[in-house]
């Protein structure tokens, strides 16, 4: 059954263009083929780093999310790959009621999994079961705890929304926290995650030799999450 991974979380700022760079970057290493689609306007990270494997999409418009199934369709060798921008939620949704979007995927064979990229803050919860009572089993489900801002996840654990998730069959995985100035450098060069670890360390844009290194751990780390989850 072919995916459409759709990589999200609603509130800004929880690492979501991050988590899809590094699905886009897993895909690419593991030789498996996909389609990748940008929601976002004006910050778009799967157009910027990866532009030979995106297309731009605007979440307003159905004809344009409609791309996003009819690739899965033309394309069943080929997993698709959506980073949802923020506040990207209440249109994603309308369009699904009102296209029948989850009916028509089933048909065709294609599932969607939804990554719920989530921080260590109370937003993240509260918009987690926001998602899991609009959707319930409807949707496959990985959560993605990015420890950007800690490593604690007590306001989750507590909520008692891990539990929900569980019930309804979802993968839990954690992101590591990859070092800030690495990041930045990254971004400021634009480049793949690939690149950024293989860049010659000469190259005024490029890392330095254990900036490079860190990186390779961060990567390997963040695989071996994602190898639990089967994409």
């Known amino acids: 059954m072919n995916k459409i991974h759709l990589i999200g979380g609603e509130k800004g700022g929880v690492g979501k263009s991050v988590v899809a760079r590094v699905v886009a970057q897993y895909l690419i290493d593991k030789n498996l083929p996909f389609l990748g689609f940008d929601t976002d306007r004006s910050h778009g990270s799967l157009l910027r780093f990866y532009a030979d494997f995106a297309s731009p999409v605007v979440v307003d418009s159905y004809e344009s999310l409609d791309m996003i199934v009819e690739?899965?369709?033309?394309?069943?060798?080929?997993?698709?790959?959506?980073?949802?921008?923020?506040?990207?939620?209440?249109?994603?949704?309308?369009?699904?009621?009102?296209?029948?979007?989850?009916?028509?995927?089933?048909?065709?064979?294609?599932?969607?999994?939804?990554?719920?990229?989530?921080?260590?803050?109370?937003?993240?919860?509260?918009?987690l079961k926001k998602l899991l009572d609009r959707f319930g089993a409807r949707l496959n489900y990985v959560l993605v705890l990015?420890?950007?801002?800690?490593?604690?996840?007590?306001?989750?654990?507590?909520?008692?929304?891990?539990?929900?998730?569980?019930?309804?069959?979802?993968?839990?995985?954690?992101?590591?926290?990859?070092?800030?100035?690495?990041?930045?450098?990254?971004?400021?060069?634009?480049?793949?995650?690939?690149?950024?670890?293989?860049?010659?360390?000469?190259?005024?844009k490029g890392l330095g030799l254990l900036e490079r290194q860190r990186v390779k751990v961060w990567l390997r780390s963040a695989y071996e999450q994602i190898d639990t989850v089967g994409i």
């Open 71 to 127: 690739a899965a369709a033309e394309f069943p060798d080929k997993r698709v790959l959506v980073d949802l921008a923020a506040q990207t939620h209440e249109p994603l949704v309308k369009w699904m009621d009102d296209s029948g979007v989850l009916e028509t995927a089933e048909e065709l064979g294609v599932s969607f999994c939804y990554w719920h990229v989530m921080d260590n803050g109370k937003d993240s919860v509260d918009l």
């Open 146 to 204: 990015n420890q950007l801002r800690g490593e604690s996840f007590d306001i989750f654990d507590q909520s008692g929304e891990r539990e929900h998730a569980l019930e309804l069959n979802a993968r839990i995985i954690t992101l590591k926290r990859l070092h800030e100035p690495v990041i930045n450098k990254i971004d400021a060069g634009s480049t793949s995650f690939w690149a950024a670890e293989n860049r010659c360390a000469t190259d005024i």
